[in-house]
């Protein structure tokens, strides 16, 4: 009898238990819409359901009322931040060119040699030929520009990575061996320094293997970018030689003329360019392209001739749709992102074409060659940064793709204009007679 009795107590505190259980578990599982105040029986509440409604709506809603805030403050400081460092590497490269024609008089003399775009000599008395035969020179070059490009574009379109990779590789080979070998040796004949063959071309072997490697594959964000300036400059520093004079100003103001048709058009090259791009989430070519951030990290590569991007925004939808369906996604400034801390730091940046770099140098160095005064270059130097800015201006207003350099080189050559036309002469005309302002 004991033990039945004891059974039979077991039993009941057993069904006790049960019976007691289950009125309570739907106190433990609240209506996550309902407020927690508002609960008949709040101490039947645990504090983890307590804590739930506040975490789904309240850092919600927070996030995103402080969502236009944090674009604010993004867009100050990747905006103003690599605005600045787009300015300091256009600076470098016009300096190492204006450097190296003043010092340098190998590409600042005249010769009879001439690209094989530029066909057509201007070594004549009659101004009309000359000015016909500048117009033709610009035709041919803007037409070899233009199929390029087209060519340029369908590749990528096709997806033959493969041949433009080539392509551009062995353009970076000319330009980091023979024309950095062409370069080192005009430099060594100016100053008389006497440098046998083995050195300079283990010189030019280091240098131009460092530079293929940090342009083609991966490298340090500065030596990347300080490869991309040298490169440019030694570009424009062969334009500025084999280019006549009146062809170079002509094919500048056309240039121009052509990056405004080939971004905005609807059915420009380099718009359907970067459009593919984006729609691939691909980046475009480094070797096309100067960047303040790191170009292998950059998803998408924005907008042709500036842009800013950013990767890490591509990512996110994929890894809120792979949460479990029994947890709730938590709010974007609550995920553990596990980026890579130098992704998280180069992730944005403004992009630059190198064109852009190569045709602002060709300018201020055909300035200080061709005028040879400081005030000249100065001024042209000037109204390419200005012009800039004011790119990068609208393009904060407008946020969508813009020309970098119709701006930038229609200011500068009417500063030069000016400045060799009117400016010099009064300026010389006031040293004539000594008047000082």
Request: some cysteine.
């Amino acid at each position: 009898m004991n033990a039945s009795d004891s059974e039979d107590d077991s039993y009941d505190e057993r069904t006790a238990l049960v019976s007691s259980e289950n009125p309570a578990v739907p106190s433990y599982r609240p209506d996550p819409d309902l407020d927690p105040g508002q609960d008949p029986d709040p101490s039947k509440v645990t504090p983890q359901a307590q804590s739930r409604p506040s975490r789904r709506v309240g850092p919600e809603g927070g996030a995103q009322e402080a969502e236009p805030d944090e674009e604010e403050e993004l867009t100050l400081k990747y905006g103003a931040k690599h605005v600045i460092m787009l300015f300091v590497p256009v600076t470098l490269c016009m300096a190492v060119v204006v450097a190296t024609i003043k010092s340098v008089s190998f590409y600042s003399e005249k010769t009879d040699q001439q690209l094989i775009y530029t066909p057509f000599t201007e070594n004549t008395a009659s101004v009309g030929r000359r000015l016909l035969n500048s117009v033709l020179n610009t035709i041919i070059m803007i037409s070899v520009i233009v199929v390029m490009t087209m060519v340029l574009v369908l590749l990528y379109k096709y997806r033959c990575y493969k041949f433009i990779h080539g392509w551009l590789i062995l353009s970076s080979l000319l330009l980091l061996f023979w024309f950095s070998f062409m370069y080192l040796g005009e430099v060594f004949k100016t100053y008389n320094v006497a440098v046998d063959y083995p050195s300079v071309g283990l010189l030019v072997w280091n240098f131009g293997a460092v530079g293929m490697v940090c342009i083609h594959w991966r490298g340090p964000l500065t030596l990347q970018q300080a490869y991309l300036i040298l490169i440019s400059a030694l570009m424009a520093l062969v334009f500025i030689k084999y280019l006549p004079e009146w062809s170079a100003w002509v094919i500048l103001g056309a240039i121009s003329v052509y990056d405004l048709v080939a971004v905005l058009c609807p059915k420009g090259p380099l718009r359907m360019l970067v459009e593919t791009a984006q729609e691939r989430n691909e980046p475009i070519f480094p070797a096309l392209i100067y960047s303040s951030a790191m170009m292998w990290t950059v998803g998408v590569a924005g907008m042709g001739g500036v842009a800013m991007a950013n990767p890490a925004d591509a990512r996110r939808p994929e890894a809120e749709e792979a949460e479990p369906s029994g947890r709730r996604a938590e709010p974007e400034s609550q995920q553990p992102r596990h980026f890579p801390q130098d992704e998280l730091e180069e992730e944005r940046g403004v992009k630059l074409g190198l064109g852009d770099f190569i045709f602002y140098s060709v300018l201020v160095g055909k300035a200080a060659a061709t005028g040879g005064d400081w005030n000249t270059t100065l001024a042209c130097f000037v109204a390419i940064l200005i012009g800039l800015c004011l790119t990068l201006l609208l393009l904060a207003l407008c946020r969508k793709a813009l020309p970098a350099l119709p701006i930038s080189i229609t200011f500068g050559l009417i500063f030069y204009f000016s400045t060799d036309f009117l400016v010099q002469p009064f300026m010389d005309n006031l040293a004539n007679h000594q008047y000082y302002i």
